[in-house]
């Protein structure tokens, strides 16, 4: 339905409006990522990179009276509140109608945006039916592509380096994103701030017997995943502790040194050991920009890290196989011809001998 069917349907009207009566909860939004002011901090996320990043970074996109990229609709630009609840303008007629959704549709509504970038884009990709990255996907990329936001396809299973279709279990949460994240009581207002996105350990109670074992098991994979970060990428020298989101240590950084791989040039391309290494890096990047530490999907991203791993050093150990099997033959020909040599020495002398008698 569109507002030329005649019909009347609710329209956006920008965050704006909406604080007219909940400044209080616009306040506390704009102390959250979702809720930064485009306009000062990121307005180049809106109209730049050619308008592929308009579709997250506005509201309404692509909706009936939603943000246009001509410039006519600034009261939309950024995440407002519509994003998440719906447009506003039947509430805003009536308040005590209603006429917003106040729970918002994880499907409808974090899906949209929460995925990587595929082909140049990311929004709404689920719908194209995505599934495994490849070396098609990757060919155009840098050796050290980052992968932006991709929540949904890692708690869905999806979009890893040739691996997909792997659910994790809190997949099947309904509602999952607003369920687990949200903190919202019953009958209140939920927390609209800079932590309101943190975990709900009450959520989590209700399949992991309690909060403190669901704290527990958290803390757990979160340790288990960043040993295998750092494994991978090395440790952040400014952060100890932590995996380096640049890749430059570990066995990433091992690998590249080892192939004459130039991480921010994309000049090679079709170079077996370049496609390694992407692969490789696309996963630890996928699982350092979900931000979960493997919560959403553990056995995901487990396997995705482990193939990394293994796309490293089986590789690398082929390498230096290959080399050592080499110097075994190098030296075996050395020995071969210094026998013969001897042998041929021996010889002479003897033939000599015999021709003095």
């Not at 209603?98 to 549709?105: A, D, E, K, Q």
């Not at 932590?195 to 757990?220: F, K, P, T, Y």
């Not at 290959?322 to 042998?343: E, H």
Request: hydrophobic content about 30%; overall charge negative.
């Amino acid at each position: 339905m569109t507002p030329d069917d005649g019909v009347n349907v609710a329209r956006f009207v920008g965050r704006a409006a909406c604080a007219q009566c909940h400044g209080e909860i616009d306040a506390d939004y704009s102390l959250q990522a979702h809720g930064l002011n485009f306009r000062d901090a990121h307005r180049d996320l809106i109209g730049g990179y050619g308008g592929n990043c308009a579709p997250c970074h506005t509201t309404g996109f692509g909706e009936p009276g939603g943000y246009n990229p001509d410039g006519s609709t600034p009261q939309l630009e950024g995440i407002g509140c519509e994003e998440c609840h719906g447009p506003g303008s039947e509430h805003l007629a009536n308040p005590a109608e209603g006429g917003i959704m106040l729970m918002p549709n994880s499907e409808d509504t974090c899906w949209d945006c929460h995925v990587p970038d595929f082909h140049e884009t990311n929004y709404k990709v689920l719908d194209l039916g995505v599934g495994a990255f490849t070396d098609i996907e990757l060919r155009d990329q840098d050796p050290d592509a980052s992968v932006h936001h991709p929540q949904t396809t890692m708690l869905l299973g999806k979009m890893g380096y040739k691996r997909t279709n792997e659910p994790g279990a809190h997949a099947a949460i309904d509602n999952t994103c607003t369920t687990c994240h949200l903190n919202r009581e019953p009958g209140e207002v939920a927390d609209h701030g800079p932590d309101s996105l943190e975990v709900d350990l009450e959520a989590c109670a209700v399949c992991h017997s309690s909060e403190e074992l669901a704290e527990g098991m958290i803390q757990n994979i979160h340790q288990i995943v960043t040993d295998l970060l750092i494994e991978l990428g090395g440790e952040d020298p400014e952060n100890p502790g932590h995996p380096d989101e640049s890749a430059n240590g570990g066995l990433l950084g091992e690998y590249a040194f080892a192939n004459g791989i130039v991480v921010d040039s994309n000049y090679n391309p079709d170079n077996r050991e370049v496609k390694r290494y992407k692969g490789a890096r696309h996963n630890f990047s996928y699982v350092l920009s979900d931000g979960s530490l493997g919560a959403h999907n553990p056995k995901f991203v487990k396997a995705l890290l482990a193939d990394s791993k293994a796309m490293l050093t089986q590789s690398t150990d082929a390498r230096f196989v290959g080399r050592a099997v080499c110097a075994d033959a190098i030296r075996q020909s050395i020995r071969n011809t210094v026998n013969l040599f001897m042998a041929w020495t021996s010889l002479s002398l003897m033939t000599g001998i015999w021709s003095m008698d």
